[in-house]
C-alpha cells in the first residue's frame, strides 16, 4: 500500500465524495454506486475491505476524547468476545500503552476508521482509553519534556 | 517434585504476569512541525524521533469556494492526506509526539483538533518560497498556540536573513525566528526546545 506524498499539491480533492470513500481502491473514474441487486462479478477479487466498511457505514461519530495521541491499552479485564479482524488486530496491539496515532499507522488503517474502532471497543469493554483531565498542558510538564529533551544527544 | 507445587512460586508467577502487563499509559504531549511542500517537515520528524517516522492517512473536509468558477456555489472539498509522526520517550510515563502537517490553507480546518492539547508548533520554512508557511503563521496566529518559525537551512545556506524572514512574515516581536538544520538530532531539539519555552511562558501566563 502506498501512501500519497502528504506535500504532493497535485493529489486531487473530489468533490462530493464522502470521505472515506476515497482512501479505498477505487476503479479509474471514481465511486460509482452500484445497484443493489447486482452481484459483484465472482471473479473479481477485492484485496482490501474499503474503509467505510469496517466501520458499518459510519465515517463520523468519532468520540472527540480520542485524540491522535491519545493512549490505549487493552483491558486487563476484558472476556473473550467475538471481534472483527480489524478490531482484534487493534486490542492485539495494544498489550502496552500505544497511541491511536501509531494503531493507526502500524495497522494501515484510516485515521478517522480507527478512532471510530477504538471508541466501539472501549464502550465494549475490551480497551482502556486513557483520557488526559486537563486538556492544556500544564508547566510541571512542560518543564519535564525539556529537560528530557535537553539531556538527548 | 516439591517445589512445583510450592504455593510461593505459583503466587510468584502470578505477581510477575499480572504486575509486569498493564503498564501505566504514559501521558502524551504534542508538537506540530507544519509548512509548505518539501521544506523537511518528515526530515524533521525523522531526526528527533526514535522511531522510523509513521505515515498515518486522515480525511479532510473543507468548504471551499471555486476560485476558478467564481459563479459557482460554495462547495466542499474532501481529500485524504498523509501525516508523519514521530515519538520520543520522555521517561516511563511522558511521551512526546511530533506530527508533520501539511501547511496548504485547505487543510487549516483540520488543525482544530490537531492543535487541541498541542504544546506548540514548529513552522518550518525554505527562503526560496517563504510565501509557503503563510497559512500555518496565519492559523497559529489566530489559535493562539505557541510557535516559532525555523527556517530550514539545507546546506547552511540562506537566501535571506533571519531578520529579512521576520519582516516578510510580519509576525510579532515576541515570535522567535529561527534558523536550524532539518537533518541534524542537535538542530532540531535546540528548535524545538524553543518551542518548549514559548510553551512554557504561555502555561505560566494562564496559570498565574
Excluded at chain 2, 50 to 58: D, Q, R
Excluded at chain 2, 66 to 76: C, H, L, S, V
Aim: proline share 8%.
Amino acid at each position: 500500500m502506498t501512501y500519497p506524498d502528504p506535500d504532493d499539491p497535485a493529489h486531487p480533492a473530489r468533490p462530493s465524495v464522502r470521505p472515506f470513500l476515497q482512501s479505498g481502491p477505487l476503479p479509474a473514474g471514481g465511486y460509482r454506486p452500484t445497484h443493489t441487486d447486482e452481484q459483484p462479478p465472482a471473479t473479481e477479487q477485492t484485496t482490501a475491505l474499503r474503509p467505510f466498511v469496517i466501520t458499518s457505514g459510519r465515517t463520523d461519530g468519532a468520540d472527540p476524547d480520542i485524540g491522535m495521541e491519545t493512549q490505549v491499552t487493552a483491558s486487563p479485564g476484558a472476556g473473550p468476545v467475538r471481534l472483527s479482524p480489524e478490531m482484534r488486530a487493534i486490542v492485539g496491539l495494544c498489550f502496552e500503552p500505544v497511541s491511536v496515532a501509531e494503531i493507526s499507522a502500524r495497522l494501515r488503517l484510516h485515521l478517522g476508521v480507527t478512532r471510530i474502532l477504538v471508541g466501539d471497543l472501549r464502550a465494549a469493554g475490551q480497551l482502556d482509553v486513557h483520557v488526559l483531565n486537563n486538556e492544556t498542558p500544564d508547566p510541571e510538564t512542560i518543564m519535564r519534556v525539556i529537560r528530557g529533551l535537553r539531556a538527548i544527544t | 517434585m516439591d517445589f512445583e507445587q510450592s504455593p510461593d512460586r505459583v503466587v510468584g508467577t502470578a505477581a510477575v504476569s499480572s504486575g509486569g502487563r498493564p503498564k501505566k499509559a504514559p501521558v502524551p504531549v504534542k508538537i506540530i512541525v507544519a509548512g509548505g511542500f518539501g521544506v523537511g517537515k518528515t526530515t524533521t520528524v525523522g531526526a528527533i524521533s526514535e522511531i522510523s517516522p509513521l505515515t498515518t492517512e486522515a480525511e479532510m473536509t473543507s468548504a471551499s469556494v471555486g476560485i476558478d468558477n467564481p459563479g459557482q456555489a460554495t462547495m466542499k472539498t474532501t481529500t485524504t492526506i498523509a501525516m508523519d509522526f514521530g515519538v520520543l520517550t520522555i521517561d516511563q510515563t511522558l511521551k512526546l509526539y511530533i506530527f508533520g502537517t501539511p501547511g496548504q490553507s485547505r487543510f487549516a480546518f483540520m488543525w482544530d483538533d490537531l492543535i487541541k492539547g498541542a504544546l506548540g508548533a514548529l513552522v518550518v520554512v525554505d527562503t526560496n518560497r517563504i510565501d509557503d508557511c503563510y497559512p500555518a503563521v496565519d492559523y497559529f496566529e489566530r489559535a493562539g498556540l505557541p510557535f516559532v518559525v525555523g527556517v530550514n537551512t539545507f546546506n547552511g545556506q540562506m537566501s535571506y536573513s533571519l531578520d529579512e524572514v521576520r519582516w516578510a512574515l510580519a509576525i510579532r516581536e515576541d515570535v522567535p525566528v529561527l534558523s536550524f538544520d532539518a537533518r541534524f538530532r542537535g538542530s532540531v531539539r535546540d528548535a524545538l526546545l524553543v518551542v518548549l519555552d514559548q510553551a512554557l511562558d504561555k502555561a505560566i501566563r494562564q496559570k498565574s
